[in-house]
């Protein structure tokens, strides 16, 4: 017994057909919604992952500056390369952001009020609390190096900046810069970043240790400055790095089980695969292992920050892909697949 209703609809031994619904149409072979992805995916531009690249350098870059610092090294080739380098990620750092906002008065408003709980909000403090702390340290710097002049107020008030207590201060809201950024993403609905909230803040984190060693050394050695000692040191940070950035991508990949597929597709496996773990990974280690020389030490260093700057833009490629995929979404969205505070690897 059949009978078809004014909407279109027949019913037949009690089940409801239409002629477009996926899961009562024999004849769709998709099971998706509709093909329309559930969620809107990040609009973001080139400008954001550039930023994360550029935040994670300054930060790492700091982290190996300050710890040299309380161990008694001095080399002041590393300190002024550091903190100028500081200076001058966290005044792109800004531009960027604004840039992709497209209004400026968007970034003052993120400065209004402050969020403990919420990413974005600490991101935002963090860049200009940094950002200001990074510009007298390295005020300072130019005030001994003589940019400022050689004797005058401006050049004796400056001196009286504590940039080595000023150093110790920056070290925690810089090394959140670095880290933020990848619990900014994870605190999205994107199955490919959600699933890995455990893993993505150390990830970027991590990431961002390894291309500040290989900042320096390159910096160090085209400038031929820096002490021996100081260019064995980064040599071995290099490769403890990228050892600990491996280990990381590694336990994510086994993290986002199927919902990583969007790393391996064709738009993004160039960058992830080829760019981050071949040319930013593993290429820079076999440089690094083997024996040491100059134009080693740079070679490596190029691509061990290529290979940083690919990393970001395949995660945020890959997310882009994730959010546009019902099926990964739903999938994850669904109670057993939904990542949970007690989950454990």
Same mark, same amino acid.
């Given at each position: 017994?059949?009978?078809?209703?004014?909407?279109?609809?027949?019913?037949?031994?009690?089940?409801?057909?239409?002629?477009?619904?996926?899961?009562?149409?024999?004849?769709?072979?998709?099971?998706?919604?509709?093909?329309?992805?559930?969620?809107?995916?990040?609009?973001?531009?080139?400008?954001?992952?550039?930023?994360?690249?550029?935040?994670?350098?300054?930060?790492?870059?700091?982290?190996?500056?300050?710890?040299?610092?309380?161990?008694?090294?001095?080399?002041?080739?590393?300190?002024?390369?550091?903190?100028?380098?500081?200076?001058?990620?966290?005044?792109?750092?800004?531009?960027?952001?604004?840039?992709?906002?497209?209004?400026?008065?968007?970034?003052?408003?993120?400065?209004?009020?402050?969020?403990?709980?919420?990413?974005?909000?600490?991101?935002?403090?963090?860049?200009?609390?940094?950002?200001?702390?990074?510009?007298?340290?390295?005020?300072?710097?130019?005030?001994?190096?003589? #940019? +400022? /002049?050689?004797?005058?107020?401006?050049?004796? @008030?400056?001196?009286?900046?504590?940039? =080595?207590?000023? $150093?110790?201060? &920056?070290?925690?809201?810089?090394?959140?810069?670095?880290?933020?950024?990848?619990?900014?993403?994870?605190?999205?609905?994107?199955?490919?970043?959600?699933?890995?909230?455990?893993?993505?803040?150390?990830?970027?984190?991590?990431?961002?240790?390894?291309?500040?060693?290989?900042?320096?050394?390159?910096?160090?050695?085209?400038?031929?400055?820096?002490?021996?000692?100081?260019?064995?040191?980064?040599?071995?940070?290099?490769?403890?790095?990228?050892?600990?950035?491996?280990?990381?991508?590694?336990?994510?990949?086994?993290?986002?089980?199927?919902?990583?597929?969007?790393?391996?597709?064709?738009?993004?496996?160039?960058?992830?695969?080829?760019?981050? #773990? +071949? /040319?930013?990974?593993?290429?820079?280690?076999? @440089?690094?292992?083997?024996?040491?020389? =100059?134009?080693? $030490?740079?070679? &490596?260093?190029?691509?061990?920050?290529?290979?940083?700057?690919?990393?970001?833009?395949?995660?945020?490629?890959?997310?882009?892909?994730?959010?546009?995929?019902?099926?990964?979404?739903?999938?994850?969205?669904?109670?057993?697949?939904?990542?949970?505070?007690?989950?454990?690897?």
């Amino acid at each position: 017994m059949s009978e078809t209703t004014r909407e279109g609809v027949q019913q037949s031994n009690g089940r409801v057909e239409t002629s477009h619904h996926p899961e009562t149409d024999p004849q769709r072979k998709d099971k998706n919604y509709y093909g329309i992805p559930p969620i809107k995916h990040a609009h973001w531009t080139w400008q954001i992952p550039v930023y994360f690249w550029i935040g994670g350098l300054g930060a790492g870059v700091h982290l190996f500056s300050t710890v040299a610092q309380l161990l008694g090294h001095r080399d002041e080739a590393l300190t002024r390369t550091s903190r100028y380098t500081v200076l001058a990620t966290m005044l792109i750092s800004p531009v960027l952001l604004i840039w992709d906002l497209g209004r400026p008065e968007r970034f003052y408003n993120m400065l209004r009020i402050i969020k403990l709980r919420s990413p974005m909000s600490t991101q935002s403090w963090s860049v200009f609390a940094y950002g200001n702390l990074g510009g007298l340290i390295a005020a300072r710097q130019a005030a001994e190096d003589g #940019l +400022l /002049g050689r004797d005058n107020f401006l050049v004796r @008030l400056v001196k009286l900046i504590p940039a =080595r207590f000023l $150093s110790l201060v &920056a070290l925690p809201v810089g090394l959140n810069v670095g880290s933020n950024t990848g619990n900014l993403i994870s605190a999205t609905s994107v199955p490919i970043w959600a699933r890995n909230w455990l893993f993505m803040g150390p990830m970027f984190l991590t990431s961002g240790l390894s291309t500040a060693p290989s900042w320096l050394s390159l910096v160090l050695h085209l400038t031929r400055s820096g002490e021996e000692k100081t260019l064995r040191t980064l040599h071995r940070a290099e490769k403890a790095t990228l050892v600990i950035e491996a280990g990381l991508i590694g336990a994510s990949l086994v993290r986002m089980s199927k919902w990583s597929k969007p790393l391996f597709s064709r738009e993004v496996a160039p960058l992830f695969v080829g760019g981050t #773990l +071949l /040319g930013g990974i593993t290429a820079p280690m076999a @440089l690094l292992f083997g024996k040491e020389s =100059r134009q080693k $030490s740079i070679l &490596a260093s190029v691509l061990a920050l290529a290979g940083g700057l690919a990393f970001r833009f395949a995660i945020i490629k890959g997310g882009r892909i994730s959010a546009d995929d019902p099926e990964a979404y739903f999938t994850f969205a669904s109670e057993a697949n939904a990542p949970q505070p007690e989950d454990k690897i």
